[in-house]
């Protein structure tokens, strides 16, 4: 039985590992979870395997019900099975496709979307990718009515969660998965008893969390500070990460940090200092690479890179 008492009738639309503690927690609180809406089972790896999304997996080690349709807006069968299960609630938490207008107006209290930002900060496809890059020291968790906009629809619920100074996209995204889900419960008791009232969003402080390319990944030792560059490669685990260039060949960054070394820093001009390996970036700031992964090889420390590979002060990365 849910927290207030009220079990409600839900479908549920979320693919990826975000998505399952609140899967859990639904099915926990004793909704009735009608529907489970997935991507279907896509190629993984070097190898690519077919392999089920996370929250297929979950769903069915619980026994309910599966769909996984390469289509929706348009699908007239899925949309009749939807029409006949009439859910009181649509939750939506990292599905991966636009909720289309029929899906909108289905269920009497509307679709819900569990958001990785404090919206209207962050609309788009990586909003925890994109808070970290830029140097938040703060983000959250957005609960919000969804409409035909990207990410632009009324807000229900906020929470606020920490940033630390070396957090990765990797572990904000877990505390983020935690802490929205017994936000997500909290507040289908909210509407279903009409104690939260939606609120329009501000849309004069709105930005774009736009989907990563693997070009975001490359070092533009000019245009970015040592420390900007720290905060794109945390904003950024594990993809695309951060590289660079080595006389034309790729050389992967896997651990770099700030460093207050004294001397004028030219963008892209390496300097050595015994065992350690400093880059030039914009502002004359300073960045320590530490672990380094030449193209086709093996990951290494920069003492060991600097050890197999004639680098001296004065060399450029990024060409």
Not at 232 to 246: D, E, H, I, N, S
Not at 275 to 303: D, K, S, Y
Request: hydrophobic share 45%; net charge neutral.
């Amino acid at each position: 039985m849910s927290e207030d008492g009220k079990r409600l009738k839900l479908v549920f639309c979320g693919t990826p590992q975000f998505a399952v503690p609140t899967l859990t927690a639904l099915i926990a609180a004793g909704h009735d979870l009608a529907l489970v809406v997935t991507q279907p089972d896509r190629p993984v790896g070097r190898k690519q395997v077919l392999t089920a999304p996370p929250v297929k997996l979950t769903a069915m080690a619980q026994g309910i019900e599966v769909t996984q349709p390469e289509k929706i807006r348009s699908n007239a069968e899925f949309r009749d099975r939807l029409e006949r299960i009439a859910p009181d609630a649509i939750v939506v938490v990292a599905y991966g496709r636009l909720i289309p207008r029929w899906m909108l107006d289905l269920p009497r209290l509307g679709c819900m979307n569990l958001h990785g930002s404090l919206l209207p900060k962050y609309r788009g496809a990586a909003p925890i990718q994109w808070a970290i890059a830029m140097g938040e020291t703060v983000t959250g968790n957005t609960t919000m009515l969804l409409e035909e906009g990207l990410d632009t629809g009324p807000i229900l619920q906020q929470q606020r969660v920490a940033i630390g100074a070396e957090d990765t996209a990797v572990e904000v995204f877990a505390r983020l998965s935690d802490a929205g889900a017994p936000l997500v419960i909290a507040t289908l008791a909210g509407l279903a008893d009409g104690s939260i009232i939606p609120r329009l969003q501000d849309d004069s402080g709105a930005t774009l969390a736009r989907i990563l390319d693997r070009e975001d990944g490359r070092m533009d030792y000019a245009r970015f500070t040592a420390a900007e560059l720290s905060n794109r490669w945390r904003g950024f685990q594990p993809w695309p990460g951060a590289f660079t260039l080595l006389q034309g060949k790729k050389l992967t960054v896997h651990k770099l940090q700030p460093f207050p070394l004294a001397g004028e820093a030219e963008p892209g001009t390496v300097r050595i200092e015994g065992e350690q390996l400093f880059v030039g970036c914009a502002a004359h700031t300073w960045l320590e690479l530490i672990e380094l992964q030449p193209e086709g090889r093996n990951r290494m420390t920069a003492a060991d890179f600097l050890r197999g590979n004639a680098v001296a002060t004065g060399a450029r990365l990024g060409q």
